[in-house]
């Protein structure tokens, strides 16, 4: 039965993350993308039919800290980060297959295109490699702002 509990857990924790790496991925498309370009202006090359740097360079900045945003909330809603241990549980959320389905599904719903379409691949790595590195300690973080944990990072 604790082996059950430990298998369900570990596939909500995958559903969540794809979940939040979808919502993220499709907000910074259609929200904080357009937002910021109003704010600072387009960068070279937008809307063609081939990416500048500088219009990439903007689209992943864009695309990681709006998700870094949603991992951030995520551990300030989840109360049950409490009686687990917090980076395992962070990580198991914030994994690179859970970030990797949920930027396909993104790619596949936003652009009609597979993720290998238009740098897809390139950035499905940089979510794939920040999921780890910057999504998990967002997680984390969200739960010590939120709970007011004094115990150890």
Not at 110 to 123: N, Q
Not at 125 to 148: D, E
Request: proline share 5%; aromatic share 14%; net charge positive.
């Amino acid at each position: 039965m604790k082996r059950l509990k430990g298998v369900v857990f570990v596939i909500v924790a995958v559903l969540l993350g794809t979940a939040v790496s979808f919502g993220a991925l499709y907000m910074a498309a259609r929200i904080v993308g357009p937002a910021v370009r109003a704010m600072f202006g387009e960068p070279f090359g937008y809307g063609q039919d081939y990416a500048t740097s500088q219009a990439w360079l903007e689209a992943t900045a864009v695309r990681v800290l709006t998700s870094g945003i949603a991992f951030l909330f995520v551990g300030m809603v989840l109360p049950s980060l409490a009686g687990r241990r917090p980076w395992v549980v962070a990580l198991m959320i914030a994994n690179p297959v859970s970030a990797c389905i949920g930027y396909g599904i993104y790619q596949r719903v936003w652009s009609g295109a597979f993720a290998g379409e238009y740098f897809g691949y390139v950035g499905m790595a940089v979510i794939a490699l920040t999921s780890p590195l910057i999504f998990a300690p967002c997680i984390r973080l969200g739960f010590l702002i939120f709970h007011h944990e004094r115990t150890r990072i």
